[in-house]
């Protein structure tokens, strides 16, 4: 037994071992044999050059490239409307999805104020008949009414924001008349005192 492991760790451990080799030519050796990368035929180097030959367009690929080019403002302009609208209609999907919650989870008495409101309108709707502006004044008029009894601070706040806003834009409108009729009033003085006239 003691052999066989003998044997076998003997030419194991030689294994293990690492040697440098140093190879040189010999001095009487002539360099005729030798031959160089470029001779051996794996190596070689096909002559001549390639060329890149761009083959010509096709009836199919030039319809398809004006037809791009035709498109391509109107793409561009689909783009930048959706980039436009998009965050309006997330906006508005918030506040459908908002709404939805609110109305899954309402507080008690919501609907029945909810329907007294609706009703009010309609009755505007029914004592507007025959006149357009009527039609425009009275339901959201009664519905403002029963949503006002229901709903008082909101409704103060309504009021005072929505008068503001009513006087800025009288303000706005008698500015504006103003200057018309001051425009006016200028110009048939100054017919009236030119020297033709007189």
């Not at 999805?97 to 899954?104: A, G, K, N, T």
């Not at 009703?119 to 008029?141: D, E, N, Q, T």
């Amino acid at each position: 037994m003691f052999k066989v492991i003998q044997r076998l760790v003997g030419p194991a451990s030689l294994s293990m071992l690492t040697f440098k080799v140093y190879a040189s030519p010999k001095k009487d050796s002539t360099h005729k044999n030798s031959m160089k990368v470029d001779e051996l035929s794996l190596y070689s180097v096909p002559e001549g050059q390639s060329k890149y030959v761009e083959e010509p367009r096709t009836q199919l690929e030039e319809s398809i490239s004006q037809l791009r080019q035709y498109c391509e403002p109107y793409a561009n302009w689909c783009q930048e409307m959706y980039s436009q609208t998009k965050p309006r209609m997330q906006s508005i999907v918030q506040q459908g999805v908002d709404s939805y919650e609110y109305l899954q989870n309402a507080p008690p008495g919501f609907f029945p104020r909810l329907g007294v409101i609706g009703f009010a309108g309609l009755v505007g709707l029914l004592l507007a008949r025959g006149s357009k502006i009527k039609k425009l004044i009275y339901p959201p008029g009664f519905m403002g009414l029963a949503a006002s009894i229901y709903y008082p601070q909101q409704a103060i706040v309504f009021a005072q924001v929505s008068g503001e806003k009513l006087y800025d834009w009288s303000l706005r409108g008698y500015i504006v008349m103003e200057d018309l009729w001051k425009e006016n009033f200028q110009k048939s003085g100054n017919v009236k005192n030119s020297p033709g006239n007189k």
